[in-house]
């Protein structure tokens, strides 16, 4: 069955004011998304994080070192301490660095504007490229992670098997005007609504559409 695509983001929109951004926090809203620069730093520090982490680590960072030049010259031992409240900070302090090095002697500070270059960063996939792309350079682009992933495939969006294939379903799939709007809504939802072990059917605004939650009231009848 087709699935009344703008009226599920309708719902999604209208469920919260909160949006979810790589490097914000529900009622933090993120400052540095038109910096590309930053939007990079703070989406790779928010890798397997979560979001309250993510965004004091930034906020902390971005202090001391706003621009690529100055955090591919920072001391490691300093960025290491600044980012501390993130998972895996250690790796994530050397990756940085290093991603900021490789812009400045590449790319004249500046963050590239094509997934494939941003893909060769280190710790920097095509998630990360994505939203990069999206939020900071507002490029049409779907960031598609664990949480679009899941919830796609749950409502019967799309059925895939990785989260490369979702994004390109759902961009056949959903208006191009709200391909910015994929990430943002679900995030949150799948953080408070369609969680990935127990989804909160009882709450969610679009399970008359989801495929999921008619496949479990099939199963109680």
Not at 191 to 208: F, N, W
Request: proline residues 6%.
């Amino acid at each position: 069955m087709k699935k009344p695509v703008r009226e599920i983001f309708r719902r999604l929109a209208a469920r919260s004011q909160d949006r979810a951004m790589p490097g914000s926090a529900p009622g933090m809203p993120i400052t540095w998304v038109a910096d590309p620069f930053k939007m990079l730093i703070s989406t790779v520090l928010s890798q397997r994080n979560r979001d309250e982490s993510t965004h004091a680590a930034s906020r902390r960072l971005f202090e001391r070192y706003d621009t690529a030049e100055k955090l591919a010259a920072a001391s490691l031992q300093d960025v290491e301490e600044l980012i501390r409240p993130v998972n895996f900070h250690k790796g994530k302090a050397k990756a940085i660095v290093e991603i900021s090095r490789i812009l400045v002697e590449r790319h004249g500070g500046k963050v590239p504007r094509t997934v494939g270059e941003l893909d060769s960063l280190p710790l920097v996939g095509r998630k990360t490229a994505t939203c990069v792309l999206s939020y900071a350079y507002d490029l049409d682009f779907i960031c598609v992670d664990t949480h679009v992933h899941r919830i796609s495939n749950r409502i019967g969006l799309v059925a895939t098997t990785s989260p490369e294939r979702t994004e390109e379903e759902l961009m056949k799939v959903v208006p191009r005007e709200l391909w910015k709007s994929v990430n943002e809504l679900m995030v949150r939802f799948g953080q408070e609504v369609c969680t990935p072990l127990r989804p909160k059917h009882d709450i969610c605004p679009i399970r008359e559409f989801c495929d999921l939650y008619q496949a479990e009231k099939d199963d109680r009848a």
